[in-house]
């Protein structure tokens, strides 16, 4: 299958610092990626959806002054968690979507807020 | 908007027997289920898909079964290993919304051996 890559793969910051995670589709071009935030112990829950060349389309309830994401190539997308807080932390998880139904997940990235 | 339902949220079963998910979705319009496998800390995997002019797909030990008119897809796997010990997500692409994948609260599969 196609492969997605995420950068960092862990990062530790501290409170009210900004964190930007990098989502690369590396053997095809995407004009649409996904961004998902997962909890311990829970789903996988959207974010935001992330189109080349134009702006994110955020879910319902998510902040999209605190989540920047930016979409500047057909193979990177990059998610900036901006003055992040303790309850920030989680597993950030990307997609790339392929074609109509076919999306490559990322392997993620761990962030933890001190 | 669509919401998918799954259960149950944990599942034990001895090797060798079989293990059933469900889920249900409430999108008439939802035309594509896909089941994904997560081990601890790591990207979810595609492990079979199902759309929905399809009542039902296997391949080898895994199975998907769908019933449009009850709006449920069922995941089915027989001979369980305990390698098969993961969490289960079920999920649903709605219709005309760009892709976007609505999942399942999951169901933590464990297989003792």
């Known amino acids: 299958g196609a492969v997605v890559s995420q950068h960092p793969s862990r990062v530790i910051c501290k409170s009210g610092t900004s964190v930007k995670i990098e989502c690369r589709s590396l053997?095809?071009?995407?004009?649409?990626m996904f961004w998902y935030r997962q909890f311990p112990k829970q789903s996988l829950m959207l974010m935001a959806t992330?189109?080349?060349?134009?702006?994110?389309?955020?879910e319902q309830g998510v902040e999209k002054d605190k989540f920047l994401i930016n979409h500047a190539s057909l193979t990177l997308s990059t998610l900036t968690v901006t003055s992040a807080h303790p309850e920030d932390s989680s597993f950030y998880i990307c997609?790339?979507?392929?074609?109509?139904?076919?999306?490559?997940f990322g392997p993620g990235t761990r962030l933890l807020v001190l | 908007g669509e919401n998918v339902e799954q259960h149950p949220s944990t599942l034990s079963v001895q090797e060798g027997d079989s293990a059933v998910i469900k889920c249900t979705y409430s999108?008439?319009?939802?035309?594509?289920f896909p089941w994904y496998k997560q081990e601890l800390g790591k990207r979810p995997q595609l492990i079979i898909d199902?759309?929905?002019?399809?009542g039902e797909k296997k391949d080898q030990r895994i199975a998907v079964t769908l019933n449009k008119t009850a709006k449920h897809f069922s995941l089915h796997i027989t001979e369980t290993q305990p390698e098969d010990s993961a969490v289960y997500f079920c999920?649903?692409?709605?219709?005309?919304?760009?892709?976007?994948?609505?999942f399942g609260q999951g169901t933590e599969l464990s297989v003792k051996p």
């Open positions: 997609s790339a979507r392929l074609a109509e139904e076919t999306q490559y």
């Open positions: 053997d095809f071009q995407a004009t649409t």
């Open positions: 992330s189109n080349e060349g134009s702006k994110a389309t955020y």
């Open positions: 999108d008439s319009a939802s035309n594509y």
């Open positions: 199902i759309r929905s002019n399809v």
């Open positions: 999920a649903a692409i709605p219709l005309g919304q760009g892709g976007k994948l609505i």
